[in-house]
């Protein structure tokens, strides 16, 4: 993807709140000589951090004309891709200096023709800077390493035990503590030496125990097991990653013997209700039926009644990893601060994929998100996935569909700029820029209405209790 067809491209994004107008050209990475300021916004505050000085809000070539930063403050850490285990290419090189990161691909990387992050980190020789310090420490692309929520807990109070201030300890310390254990492709080294254990079989309700214990301030010290397998993921309920084979269960963070599956299983956090991952697989088979690519999913049931909402991984296919790259760090957009709109979410789709079907998938899950009231649809709840054959890119299936009302009550993108009641014509209003006709649009959002209709049926085969199927019931707006 050049910058010739993003620049075109971003001349014909819908301007819909005058925050992303001004912030579109930081997002995407052209055009931008300085950092966009945030401006007012319709709905709920969306501003965007801004910073002084006239650095591009994309990575910038640094100054220094080539080979790593040096100092006395300097940390480096090699980065991989990881096809599956003895099989990696080696990507770059991550430096620290000062609190400046910098990033070399390797020209032997370069020669793949790999694009790992298209739209804001340069497939180019040389040493960069990660300019956009507003959007956090590190470029997008090594973000999506990092956890967030529920594993950045764990990986503080980690940090703690050892006598460590988190506040103190540097992004590429946290991913070389990470090592192998991430999500996705990228692998960081030299790793950390860490010391949990070999994880082997391990008890989902004792670990759910433990997970509630943390979260209500009781724990005194993190479980080595729910160190080892919730420390990785991202999202805010507390999870683990599980090897799966037929009744067996262990630790998931790593590769897996022969024969087990990769999946992921999620407790419930404070705020939850009591039959959340019922709830959860109620959504996941009302998604399916709405037409919405899922990955398999089910519930996991304990002796002593737990019953624990599961998803197979898809960034992984037995020893096989896949490269996943977030939306919202594609374009460097913090989750935390929304300031996205769906029709971003739909150029981006098809700059990236430049396969329609694609961008007809993207707008299927903002129909299901409304119609559903799954309103915590904020940019790191969609991503993209890398074939590293071919380089090319597709939407992920979906992840993390629920019952959420998003912040303040409101979507956490907004469709064509209304956040709080979007409603029918919002989401038409969308269709036409994206190449979606109107009939097409209309028999989209048909059918996902048809299998929302169904949510009773669906809560009773997840085991969902009456009084919560009616309570979500009750909560779906009228399209």
Request: charged letters at 25%.
């Amino acid at each position: 993807m050049d910058a010739g067809d993003l620049g075109e491209a971003l001349r014909h994004f819908n301007g819909v709140s005058q925050a992303l107008r001004e912030h579109r050209p930081v997002l995407l990475g052209i055009g931008s000589q300085g950092r966009a300021r945030p401006g007012p916004s319709r709905g709920i505050q969306r501003a965007v951090p801004a910073a002084s000085g006239a650095e591009p809000g994309r990575t910038r070539r640094a100054r220094r004309p080539a080979g790593p930063p040096a100092g006395a403050d300097l940390k480096k850490l090699q980065v991989r891709f990881a096809r599956r285990p003895g099989e990696s290419l080696l990507v770059g090189a991550l430096a620290e200096d000062r609190g400046r990161v910098y990033f070399e691909y390797a020209p032997e990387f370069l020669s793949t023709g790999l694009n790992l992050s298209p739209f804001r980190l340069p497939f180019e020789g040389g040493l960069f800077e990660h300019a956009d310090r507003g959007f956090g420490p590190l470029p997008g692309l090594f973000d999506d390493s990092l956890p967030d929520g529920w594993g950045l807990l764990l990986m503080d109070r980690h940090f703690r035990s050892r006598g460590l201030d988190p506040a103190g300890v540097g992004p590429l310390e946290r991913l070389s503590w990470l090592g192998t254990r991430t999500m996705g492709a990228l692998t960081y080294h030299p790793p950390t030496e860490r010391s949990e254990g070999d994880g082997g079989v391990f008890d989902l309700h004792e670990l759910a125990r433990r997970s509630q214990e943390l979260l209500a301030g009781d724990a005194v010290e993190v479980l080595p097991q729910l160190l080892r397998a919730g420390g990785s993921p991202g999202g805010a309920r507390p999870k683990v990653l599980v090897g799966v084979r037929g009744g067996s269960l262990r630790s998931g963070e790593d590769d897996l013997p022969v024969g087990f599956e990769h999946w992921i299983v999620k407790f419930a956090a404070k705020k939850d209700l009591p039959d959340a991952g019922p709830a959860e697989y109620a959504y996941a088979l009302m998604a399916a039926a709405a037409g919405i690519d899922m990955p398999p999913a089910r519930l996991f049931k304990t002796s002593e009644g737990g019953r624990f909402f599961g998803v197979k991984r898809f960034d992984r296919a037995g020893d096989r990893r896949f490269h996943i790259h977030t939306f919202g760090n594609l374009i460097q957009s913090d989750f935390r601060v929304p300031s996205a709109d769906y029709a971003d979410l739909l150029k981006a789709a098809s700059l990236l994929t430049r396969d329609h079907r694609d961008v007809l998938r993207a707008f299927r899950r903002m129909v299901f998100n409304v119609a559903a009231r799954n309103r915590d649809d904020h940019v790191k709840n969609f991503a993209f996935i890398m074939d590293d054959r071919s380089g090319g890119w597709a939407l992920s299936p979906a992840y993390d569909l629920s019952s959420a009302p998003g912040p303040g009550g409101e979507h956490s993108m907004t469709l064509a700029g209304e956040g709080k009641d979007p409603g029918r014509a919002h989401i038409l209003r969308l269709a036409g820029p994206a190449g979606i006709s109107r009939a097409q649009a209309a028999a989209i959002i048909d059918e996902v209405r048809a299998a929302v209709d169904r949510w009773r049926g669906f809560a009773a085969q997840a085991g969902v209790s009456r009084a919560g199927s009616r309570e979500i019931a009750a909560s779906f707006p009228k399209l």
